[in-house]
């Protein structure tokens, strides 16, 4: 808030008063703090010490009406706004609004007195509109009009003044071909005209809507709009002009009713009705001026309309205005000063102020002499002796004391105490004050006021209870009455007068200072607070206030105001499919605020969401799958659900669940091709190496891993002419056919899923390699043989460089092998001692007639194992022969349980027992064992394997013999298997998984006598021991070898 004080001191004597001038904003809210007049008006230097320890300001608000808009504290004079300030309202046309009250401050030992003049400037603010009387007018104007030409339209009024009234006038649309001008009249209003720029033309256009926009200097601006219709026709130019512009002329105040003051003339040069002037009193001034005057229309007799006895002196400036009678006419305005005489004697008018804000003065009865107990304001409009007043009181507890000099027809004067007084004795004084003029003859008037004798302060005030009990429901209304609580005190009037007020806490209660009624301001949630404990004071309203306490005790009665709260948005639950009937899915959780029965919740399916769905919801919130479910039939269910309290009436809240079906492997691969109707495959025999020549496609119900298929064929004898991609199901050719390979092969295929435990499916694959060339042409013997010759002769140069660079490896090695002879003779003793068996000689033999060539002990680790070692990559498939040998003994003793499902395939020389029409051919790589190992379908290199399928080389075991295994058997541990069963083969057949037993890293024993020294050879080969892997957990004294 802004405020601006000026302060004029008279340096006179104290009885002549001060003046003290506030500057304030209109509109200001109430109790907006103004200042201070004690120290404004430099009190301190006036009074005594003493004095100013019992100083009291009071306004004189009985000869004031504006005393009311203000408040004033009357033990430290701060001064506020009592109402919000209209500045239009107290000071209509006032170009300056200056609020005068008096203010009196006093002493309670009537040591000092003194009046302070309070000039009050209200400043205006833009806080109006400018406004048209009218949303809109009509003008017409002549097509003949001249560029320049203007009409006079209304001019908005703006109840503001100064800056805040109209400014400026905008005309819109800018391209239109108008302008406006306008300008200020002395009353505020404005004369605006439209001003033709451009020619009309009638046969053109003979209609402008022309919006023109008033706006005052405010900041934003404000601004009103008049919407004007402009018809092209044919003219009123001139405004009236007044023959004597300002007049000043000068009346007694007993003047007659009715009578002429002064003839106003005006004329115009227009003719007809544009020349026809009426007279009128501007409506934009002060309400008293058009009571008191009024003007003819047609004649401008300026007439008198009521008595101006209680005038004299004043005088008055009227505004006449001068219009011609033109559709739209011209306005001119003039200036009537009026003057009253003062030409009759009055009698004084007195008016007691008894400074105490009721109709009675009050003093304490302790007051000391010369206190002053009323003021008394009186006012004669007569001049002279007519108008000098002497007055007196009839009582002589009390004498009258003039109070500064006349000023504006008045002379104040003050009440003060002549006697000691007794309020025991008499409480209430009767005085009455005379005023007599010195005209002739002498004219008086009397006043009579009371003087109430005020009680000094010596009770406490009393509650009817010490403690007030209340029971309320949450929820309530705000503004809802608590409870009334009453105090009394034996003192009388302001001692008596009890306010009361509550402690002040962080809960919005209110209580009425007056009636005691203590309400609620907010809106009470027992849920959050349940009691409330309040302290509430009565306090007397004496000098001396006596304060009596009591409390006040609120409990708060639950409603079912609060719905239940799932404690989780996320209602998601995850059950598995076929996991069988009335299993519990899970658990809805809610809370609720309330209490008892408005906390107990029960739970239930929407019945709309009910018909076919296989779940049921208890009241205690458990779900329960009722059916057993598929999730190849529906994968998930969403329903709503709805949880209840049992408050009256009761709360409820919905809730989406979803609950997914989980899958489970319960669908085994499907194949697609091959079918029984669809399983072969014709390839020729000049089909390129490293071709895709088959593709074993399959489908799974299921999802993820248990979807995810591999596949496999533990036919062993067609690996030199197909492997198999386990991962994509791809066979691809791996050399080129010859004429011996022109046949057909029939092999078991099987899909196997991811799932735990996988599903496995077989088929039967026919490949059919025929003798037609690629271009369809048969290739006669004699070049078929011709052919063969020629690799025959490649495969000869070929070998015998190998042999060269066998024999120089062998030199270097013997030579190696005699440096080594002690290492392996120490490092042969360690594994003694340690409880191993030292290395075999491992030999194979090629050329006994009756051995089988290729012996495969085929079972279900072995097949599963297989495919695992096939992932390891091909660096890994060098090492295979020797882990077969050096496990075998183990994965004998874990599997007895299995080994008489084990089907042994025996194929003899020419393979004539072979389910395929195709011969395997063997040959010795070197290291003792058959290349097949390295190139059937069962341990391809591929490079699409699957990277969680590959077996890490730190699960490969130690080889050794059935009693070594048992002693060690707690020393040595092997590796988990690799999934969750065990595949065991017959042919023309399937049997499922033995999930009991596994062979680690798909290692394949290639005998059923768990010995390798029954195997012969025409020559033989020692491994070399740096050549074997050996990966075992040693003992902690182990050898370092």
Excluded at 43 to 71: G, H, K, P, T, V
Aim: glycine content about 4%; charged content about 20%; proline content about 5%.
């Amino acid at each position: 808030m802004e405020l601006w004080m000026v302060v004029l001191i008279f340096p006179l004597h104290f009885a002549f008063g001060q003046i003290v001038e506030y500057r304030l904003p209109e509109e200001k809210a109430p109790n907006t703090y103004i200042g201070n007049v004690a120290h404004d008006a430099n009190i301190s230097l006036l009074a005594q010490n003493e004095d100013l320890l019992n100083m009291e300001y009071r306004f004189l608000s009985q000869s004031n009406s504006y005393a009311e808009l203000f408040f004033i504290n009357e033990k430290d004079a701060n001064l506020y706004t009592a109402k919000q300030i209209d500045r239009e309202t107290v000071c209509k046309f006032d170009e300056k609004c200056i609020l005068k009250v008096d203010v009196i401050a006093r002493s309670s030992s009537g040591n000092f007195y003194q009046k302070i003049q309070l000039n009050l400037q209200i400043m205006d603010i833009n806080d109006n509109y400018p406004k048209f009387s009218r949303g809109s007018i009509d003008v017409e104007l002549s097509e003949g009009s001249s560029v320049g030409t203007s009409v006079q339209i209304e001019g908005a009024i703006d109840a503001d003044t100064g800056m805040y009234a109209v400014q400026d006038y905008i005309i819109s649309p800018s391209d239109s071909p108008f302008d406006v001008h306008f300008q200020k009249n002395v009353d505020g209003s404005s004369i605006v005209k439209l001003v033709l720029r451009e020619a009309l033309n009638r046969e053109d256009r003979e209609y402008y809507l022309i919006q023109v926009l008033a706006q005052d200097g405010g900041n934003p601006p404000r601004s009103g709009i008049l919407n004007v219709n402009v018809y092209v026709t044919d003219v009123n130019d001139n405004s009236p002009v007044f023959i004597t512009p300002n007049l000043n002329v000068t009346i007694d105040e007993d003047a007659a009713i009715n009578s002429t003051i002064v003839v106003i003339r005006a004329t115009d040069a227009d003719k007809g009705n544009n020349s026809l002037i009426i007279y009128s009193i501007s409506e934009r001034q002060d309400l008293r001026i058009q009571t008191l005057f009024g003007i003819e229309r047609y004649t401008g007799r300026l007439l008198l309309k009521e008595s101006l006895i209680f005038e004299p002196g004043e005088s008055y400036k009227i505004i006449i205005e001068a219009s011609d009678s033109a559709k739209q006419p011209r306005i001119s305005q003039t200036q009537v000063m009026v003057n009253v005489n003062d030409t009759h004697n009055n009698p004084p008018q007195i008016t007691v102020d008894p400074l105490s804000g009721s109709a009675d003065a009050e003093i304490s009865e302790k007051a000391k002499l010369g206190a002053p107990v009323a003021h008394i304001t009186v006012f004669d409009p007569d001049t002279g002796f007519n108008g000098r007043v002497n007055c007196s009181v009839d009582d002589k507890a009390f004498a009258v004391q003039q109070f500064g000099e006349a000023n504006d027809y008045k002379v104040e004067y003050k009440v003060v105490v002549m006697q000691p007084l007794d309020r025991e004795d008499l409480g209430v004084y009767r005085v009455t004050v005379l005023c007599e003029d010195e005209g002739h003859p002498k004219l008086n008037a009397t006043a009579t006021f009371h003087v109430r004798l005020i009680d000094e302060n010596d009770n406490y005030p009393v509650f009817s209870q010490e403690v007030y009990q209340i029971m309320k429901a949450e929820n309530n209304k705000i503004g809802d009455v608590l409870l009334q609580v009453t105090a009394t005190d034996e003192d009388i009037g302001d001692n008596s007068r009890i306010k009361y007020h509550l402690q002040p806490s962080s809960y919005n209660f209110e209580i009425d200072s007056v009636t005691g009624l203590v309400k609620v301001l907010f809106q009470m949630d027992r849920e959050t607070v349940d009691i409330y404990r309040l302290l509430v004071f009565a306090v007397d309203q004496g000098k001396d206030p006596k304060t009596g306490s009591a409390e006040i005790i609120v409990q708060v009665s639950d409603l079912n105001d609060n719905a239940p709260v799932f404690e989780n948005d996320n209602l998601n639950f995850n059950v598995p499919e076929n996991f069988g009937r009335n299993v519990t899915v899970g658990v809805l959780l809610v809370s609720d605020r309330d209490s008892g029965e408005n906390n107990r919740v029960s739970f239930s399916i929407d019945p709309k969401s009910k018909p076919g769905l296989p779940f049921e919801v208890f009241s205690n919130g458990s779900i329960i799958a009722v059916n057993s479910l598929d999730r190849e039939e529906h994968s998930a269910y969403t329903f709503e659900v709805i949880a209840k309290d049992h408050g009256v009436p009761s709360q409820s809240t919905r809730a989406n669940v979803t609950v997914r079906i989980l899958d489970m492997n319960d669908n085994a691969p499907v194949f697609i091709f091959p079918t029984v109707n669809n399983n072969t495959v014709t390839i020729s025999y000049q089909t390129q190496p490293n071709q895709v020549i088959v593709h074993l496609k399959t489908k799974d119900s299921d999802e993820g891993l248990n979807s995810k298929v591999t596949y496999l064929t533990p036919s062993r004898n067609l690996s030199q002419l197909f492997q198999l991609n386990t991962l994509s199901g791809r066979f691809i050719l791996t050399r080129a056919p010859k004429e011996a390979d022109v046949g057909s092969y029939t092999m078991i295929v099987y899909a196997q899923d991811k799932g735990t435990p996988p599903k496995i499916t077989q088929a039967f694959l026919t490949i059919v390699i025929s003798n037609t060339p690629l271009d369809g042409a048969n290739i006669s013997p004699v070049q078929q043989e011709h052919k063969f010759y020629i690799i025959a002769i490649a495969i000869t140069c070929v070998t015998g460089v190998i042999a060269v660079v066998i024999i120089l490896t062998i030199c270097l090695i013997k030579r190696a092998d005699r440096l080594k002879m002690k290492y392996q003779q120490s490092h042969n003793e360690c594994e003694v001692n340690q409880g191993f068996e030292p290395r075999k000689k491992v030999s194979f033999s090629m050329d006994a007639p009756d051995s089988p060539k290729v012996v495969t002990h085929v079972t279900s680790n072995q097949l599963y194992s297989a495919l695992a070692n096939q992932v390891s990559g091909s660096s890994r498939l060098n090492y295979q022969p020797r882990y077969h040998n050096e496990m075998y003994d183990r994965q004998r003793s874990q599997n007895t349980s299995t080994s008489n499902k084990a089907l042994h395939y025996v194929t003899q020389d020419g393979d004539n027992n072979s389910i395929h029409s195709a011969d395997t051919a063997t040959s010795d790589s070197g290291r003792g064992g058959s290349d097949d190992m390295n190139t059937s379908s069962m341990f391809p290199s591929s490079l699409d394997f699957d990277q969680d399928s590959r077996t890490t080389r730190g699960n490969r075991g130690l080889r050794s013999n059935s009693s070594h295994h048992e002693r060690d058997k707690s020393k040595t541990q092997t590796a988990p298997p690799s999934d969750f069963f065990n595949l065991d083969f017959s042919y023309g057949s399937i049997v499922y998984p033995n999930l009991n037993s596994s062979y680690p890293h798909g290692l394949v024993p290639y005998n059923t006598t768990g010995n390798d020294d029954s195997t012969t050879t025409s020559g033989s080969y020692v491994l070399d021991p740096e050549e074997e892997i050996k990966e075992v957990t040693q003992p902690s004294n182990r050898c370092i070898v």
